[in-house]
């Protein structure tokens, strides 16, 4: 099992302390000290008010801020969770992308969803009913300019002839896609372009608030994986070779109080056992100070036990 967090931006207002180079960059070589494998920044470049104001947080621009924490860091992996493909060009994202992978030396892993905020795509100028094909062509796009020179395309707002982007990512054949989402359509979109599957805990209300399915039990979960090794061997792949990320539940939240690391760790067995690969962890944001104590216990009383 690996670990990653998201930067603990997770509120609006955020805490000033972490909106400065020198909080990512000690939050990620912190990360790195504690055996975390993965760490990355949330996709939000328009949101509403309203949004922030109900739950809503706010966020760094994600490639600047991969960029900035891999020059302090060897051997986290900067993964966003999630860039929304269908907000940009997908030429514009294979560059950043590959852009990090190369000055990371091989360290980025590409962590994409559909989306589900209207009015972010309003904004944005990006049309919310075509957001599931702008999706798959991105996937198709990326994967091509990452390999290949002399690219031609015609998307559904762009006509691409003979396009060749270097350099490529150091990572071969590329760096891997994960693919957020609950969904069946999400799991076969794995299925067909990606190295790991991205489904989050979602009760009903969540689910429909997020436009995707409810994964509101372990049942829930295992269906979902088994579902997902059916579609994959379909297409004649080994599921052994695509990552599972999900959250532990169990134990409670770490930087907390009331943490129990050793239910913790049960519950990080019992999703191995299921097939979860990945854990996303979350990590305090009411402070600088907090984040970098609660990413050492963590460390300490999770990762160094395993």
């Not at 912190?30 to 975390?36: C, P, Q, S, V, W």
């Not at 990090?100 to 905020?117: E, H, I």
């Not at 004649?236 to 239910?263: E, H, Q």
Request: hydrophobic share 45%.
């Amino acid at each position: 099992m690996r670990f990653a967090f998201t930067y603990p931006m997770d509120s609006h207002p955020y805490h000033p302390d972490l909106a400065t180079g020198a909080a990512v960059a000690r939050v990620a070589a912190t990360a790195e000290t504690a055996g975390f494998s993965g760490f990355g920044f949330t996709d939000h470049p328009a949101p509403t008010q309203k949004w922030l104001d109900h739950g809503g947080h706010d966020t760094l621009d994600p490639f600047v801020a991969m960029g900035f924490a891999a020059a302090h860091t060897t051997t986290l992996r900067l993964i966003p969770h999630i860039v929304v493909l269908p907000y940009r060009n997908p030429f514009v994202v294979a560059k950043a992308g590959a852009s990090v992978d190369l000055l990371s030396g091989g360290r980025f892993t590409l962590g994409v969803g559909v989306g589900y905020l209207k009015r972010e795509f309003a904004a944005l100028g990006v049309d919310f009913e075509e957001r599931a094909a702008l999706f798959e062509e991105a996937l198709e796009v990326i994967r091509a300019i990452w390999t290949t020179d002399n690219v031609s395309y015609t998307g559904r707002h762009f006509t691409a002839d003979g396009i060749t982007a270097h350099p490529h990512p150091v990572t071969k054949p590329h760096p891997p896609i994960w693919i957020g989402g609950n969904t069946g359509a999400a799991r076969q979109r794995v299925a067909d372009h990606g190295a790991g599957w991205c489904p989050f805990p979602a009760p009903a209300v969540l689910a429909q608030t997020a436009r995707t399915a409810a994964m509101d039990s372990a049942e829930a979960l295992a269906a979902g994986i088994t579902d997902l090794h059916r579609r994959l061997e379909a297409t004649g792949r080994d599921p052994a070779d695509v990552d599972v990320v999900f959250s532990n539940l169990t134990g409670g939240t770490p930087g907390r109080a009331d943490f129990n690391a050793d239910a913790y760790l049960d519950g990080v067995a019992k999703l191995g056992a299921l097939g979860v690969t990945w854990l996303q962890v979350p990590i305090p944001g009411d402070s600088l100070n907090h984040a970098l104590e609660a990413i050492e216990a963590f460390g300490s009383e999770v990762i160094g036990k395993l």
